[in-house]
């Protein structure tokens, strides 16, 4: 299947849930269009709980046209480890609608295409649509975030479709630009051939500490996956501290 396959050559499938970046972010407000985008580097590109860029230093830049009316559409990026069949560089592109439906809680639902441009597939399958749902709530100085991403079986994915689950936390230090996160995820499906049984859990902590228009973010990542004994697997999920510096514009 497509997972197994990019870890057989050392990388992973990408994105976040609707491409988010690991950064805080800018608006430049046009009429009733806002503009926001920044470019963030990271020390290790890992997509639920999975290194995406063979544990090397990543630069992920990002763009979303938001509506007053709730409807947005953007594109994310990030650069890629040079591995057949998915060449150096992947182009996420999303559009979806959020809203909030009542003081402190926010709906969110998207559909994300996941690509490849110039990658060297030889006729292969690389490409795939993942439709994602958020349900966001503000408990006082937390806000909690569900999670849910389906992706059908398309050509890329084999015959099996997969779906991922994921809660989030967020805490924002009173009176300080520190906010302390915490987040667990399960997959289970095509996405999840990491794992010997098809699926596993990834969960990670961290801190970020905002300075417009910069943020600086470290976290500690970790999955229950057993270890294959080949190294060039192994590493791709063995736990790891992640920093990553943003810039908004």
Request: glycine share 12%; net charge negative; charged share 15%.
């Amino acid at each position: 299947m497509k997972f197994l396959t990019k870890a057989c050559f050392g990388m992973l499938l990408a994105a976040s849930a609707l491409s988010t970046p690991a950064f805080a972010q800018e608006e430049e407000a046009s009429g009733p269009f806002t503009l926001s985008g920044g470019i963030a580097v990271t020390s290790d590109y890992r997509f639920r709980g999975v290194s995406l860029s063979n544990e090397k230093v990543e630069v992920q830049p990002t763009l979303t046209v938001s509506h007053e009316s709730g409807f947005y559409a953007g594109v994310w990026g990030s650069g890629l480890p040079d591995s057949a069949p998915y060449g150096k560089f992947e182009l996420d592109l999303y559009g979806g609608y959020a809203t909030e439906i009542s003081p402190g809680t926010k709906v969110d639902v998207g559909v994300t295409y996941y690509t490849y441009p110039g990658s060297h597939d030889g006729g292969a399958a690389t490409d795939y649509f993942e439709v994602i749902g958020k349900l966001t709530q503000s408990l006082g100085p937390v806000s909690a975030t569900g999670t849910i991403a389906y992706a059908w079986d398309q050509k890329s994915l084999g015959s099996d479709d997969n779906i991922y689950a994921n809660l989030g936390l967020a805490y924002g230090i009173a009176d300080t630009p520190v906010t302390l996160s915490a987040g667990v995820g399960y997959t289970d499906g095509s996405l999840g051939l990491v794992a010997a049984d098809g699926n596993y859990i990834d969960w990670n902590v961290g801190a970020s500490f905002s300075a417009a228009p910069a943020t600086f973010t470290v976290q500690y990542i970790d999955t229950d996956v057993k270890k294959t004994g080949i190294k060039a697997l192994d590493t791709l999920y063995d736990p790891t501290v992640v920093f990553t510096l943003g810039f908004a514009f």
